[in-house]
């Protein structure tokens, strides 16, 4: 079966026929070589999807007949939000591709006190993500946030039910896990991480620390504020592995 492409922008998709210029038509047409008749795949980033047949191709136009139109409620088993600390180099921006692919919902960019690289190119990431969503079958584009301190993604964060801040001296969020369905299994009680188990898929924040982790004053405020501490593990991750593993698990794990 040859594969349809998938192509996510901010497209007028009422009509029978769906015009297409600009970046993604000369992609078609020019990178990808796509042919007349060849069937494709739009969406407009809200949730509304049109599987279509290529009708021509101009010089700046391509122009798609709409076959099948559906729209999706969501695209994710539950809405999980990462506040991950900006990391130096590309890291940051190879969080936001994977994170995206895990079906994170909202990506906000922490700077904390151990943070080295201040600057991010947001059109840089918001392209990630697009291109990201569209690899992945998404129908959603998370929403990546400008950069935010510590102490302001706190108040941001607080309102959430749960809020899980990862730091290597947490206790291993797989032993709670499993703790908590031996407990229910039992009919007994456990100290346990509801919001990867609770099966109304409650909304998650999870905090990932920069290079050097978390400070202990930081650290101080997650518990002040009542997060859950906890850790991905005995191992030590890297600031970008542990966003991905952490994005995976919560989205996923039930």
């Known amino acids: 079966m040859a594969k349809i492409h998938r192509f996510i922008d901010n497209f007028n998709l009422s009509g029978k026929e769906i015009e297409i210029t600009g970046e993604i038509a000369h992609q078609m ?29 101009s010089k700046n136009t391509v122009t798609v007949e709409a076959e099948k139109i559906w729209t999706s409620e969501k695209d994710e088993t539950r809405h999980v939000s990462l506040f991950c600390a900006v990391l130096k180099k590309e890291n940051f921006e190879w969080v936001v591709e994977k994170a995206t692919e895990c079906g994170v919902s909202e990506i906000v960019p922490v700077i904390t006190t151990r943070t080295i690289k201040m600057g991010l190119n947001m059109d840089r990431l918001i392209k990630i993500a697009k291109e990201a969503s569209e690899q992945s079958g998404r129908s959603f584009i998370p929403k990546i946030h400008e950069p935010i301190s510590f102490d302001q993604s706190l108040e941001m964060a607080k309102e959430n039910n749960c809020n899980i801040f990862f730091d290597a001296g947490g206790e291993s969020v797989f032993e709670k896990h499993c703790a908590g369905r031996r407990a229910e299994h039992s009919n007994s009680s456990a100290d346990e991480y509801v919001c990867f188990s609770n099966t109304d898929s409650p ?11 978390w400070t202990e004053e930081e650290n101080q405020k997650a518990k002040t504020a009542g997060f859950k501490i906890a850790s991905l593990g005995k191992l030590v991750l890297r600031g970008e592995t542990a966003a991905v593993v952490a994005t995976y698990l919560s989205v996923n794990m039930k």
């Open 29 to 57: 047409a020019k990178v990808l070589k796509l042919e007349v008749n060849e069937q494709v795949e739009l969406c407009d980033g809200k949730g509304k999807n049109v599987l279509g047949k290529i009708k021509s191709i």
């Open 203 to 213: 909304p998650i924040n999870i905090f990932i620390g920069p290079e050097g982790g």
